[in-house]
Structure formats: structure tokens, C-alpha cells
């Protein structure tokens, strides 16, 4: 089976402008989730989608957001770009049965805002 | 909302030698699930194993195994007969009740020949 892909995989922005990140989930899983990796903050986790609904979110502005379309692929969007947004954004999926399932990582986007 | 500590930031072992990765972590969740990921400078994060807090063994998975005590909640990683490529950042993460995915801070190893 193919892993999760993410695309593009490197991406340079200016402040204000927004982007668009994404995530191709393993094939037969239906939950996908996001997470921002800094060096100041760590990993953290953004929000997780599920047959097309956000079923978990964490503590992030609302510049951040995200979709899931019909065959379980991801979008994440980043509104109004900031110098602090700099950051590796990964992408994991899972089947989305519940209960403590492994999330597999994608390689991530590596998102510079200059 | 838990919490996870890896008290380690970096450490060095010689080849073929073993390697023990301290995490604690912090939850009033009576179940959850405990994971370590590796991650090269590449930055993709890799599964390594999985430790469920019911289980009564602890996991094993190839050179992997980790030491699970759920009394002092701790979850320690052994890597075992350690390889070059096994220089990386190793990261403890846990999921409780609320179902996210919660890291430590992780550990650098860099192994050396």
C-alpha cells in the first residue's frame, strides 16, 4: 500500500498571503489529521476530519482550517500567513474505528513565511 | 489533557549497542494508547510501536521494545543492537479520552560507529 503523500512538499509565502496544504490519506483510512511541528513549540496537533467532518480540533486561531473531501483526501488552509506560522505541517491518517489506532505520518510540508 | 515528558534532549550510543528513551506522562484517563515515532532528518514521522494501557505484556516490535509500568506512568523505549541509521529523533505520544495525539518534546540519539 501506498503512505500518506503530501503535497507540495516545500513552500515559501509572504506575511498575509494564505495556503493551501495536502494530505492523500493510506488508501482505506477515513481519518486524517493535521499537525504543526516548530522548534519552539514542538508537535501539535491542529484538527482531525472523518468521513467530511471535523471530529477533533485543537487550540489554534481560526486562520487555520481544514477539509475533508468524499475520498477521504485533506485540505489545510492558512489565512492571513504570519512570521510564527513558519513550521513543518504533518498530515497522518488512520482508519478512523475509534479507540487508540496508529496514525501514519506523510513527510510532511515544510511551510516558510518570509 | 495529558501530558508527556522526555527529560532526555540528546543522547549518544555506540553501534550495536542498546539504548533506553525515558518518557513519563501525566493523564487521569483510565485508558489510552502510547506510541513512540521516530523521526530522521528527513522529517517524515515513522511508526515504531504501540502499547495500549490494558495490555498486560509489553510490546515488542523487531529491535524495539518498550518498558511499559503504568504505576509510575512511565513508557521507556529500548532500542536494541542499535544501527547507524538509527540516528534520529524519538518521540513518545500519547492519546487519551479526547483522542488527540499528544508529543513529548523527544530525544535526540545519534549513534555512533
Known amino acids: 500500500k501506498a503512505g500518506v503523500t503530501q503535497t507540495p512538499r516545500y513552500l515559501i509565502k509572504t506575511r498575509g498571503q494564505q495556503v493551501t496544504l495536502s494530505c492523500s490519506p493510506i488508501s482505506g483510512h477515513r481519518s486524517v489529521s493535521w499537525y504543526q511541528q516548530t522548534p519552539g513549540q514542538g508537535l501539535q496537533f491542529l484538527f482531525e476530519y472523518f468521513s467530511e467532518t471535523q471530529r477533533n480540533k485543537g487550540n489554534f486561531p481560526g486562520r487555520f482550517s481544514g477539509r475533508q473531501f468524499s475520498n477521504s483526501r485533506s485540505e489545510m488552509n492558512v489565512s492571513t500567513l504570519e512570521l510564527g506560522d513558519s513550521a513543518l505541517y504533518l498530515c497522518?491518517?488512520?482508519?478512523?474505528?475509534?479507540?487508540?489506532?496508529?496514525?501514519?505520518f506523510g513527510p510532511g510540508t515544510r511551510l516558510l513565511v518570509l | 489533557a495529558q501530558k508527556i515528558t522526555q527529560t532526555q534532549p540528546g543522547m549518544f550510543v555506540q553501534e550495536k549497542e542498546a539504548v533506553t528513551l525515558d518518557c513519563t506522562y501525566d493523564t487521569s484517563d483510565p485508558s489510552y494508547g502510547l506510541f513512540w515515532y521516530k523521526q530522521p532528518s528527513s522529517g517524515e514521522m515513522i511508526f515504531l510501536i504501540y502499547q495500549g494501557s490494558y495490555d498486560q505484556q509489553n510490546a515488542t516490535e523487531g529491535r524495539y521494545s518498550l518498558n511499559f509500568q503504568k504505576a509510575r506512568k512511565s513508557a521507556n523505549l529500548v532500542i536494541s543492537a542499535s544501527q547507524l541509521g538509527d540516528s534520529a529523533m524519538y518521540f513518545c505520544a500519547m492519546r487519551g479520552a479526547d483522542y488527540k495525539l499528544s508529543f513529548g518534546a523527544g530525544t535526540t540519539v545519534t549513534v555512533r560507529a
Open positions: 497522518a491518517s488512520s482508519t478512523g474505528t475509534g479507540g487508540w489506532e496508529t496514525q501514519y
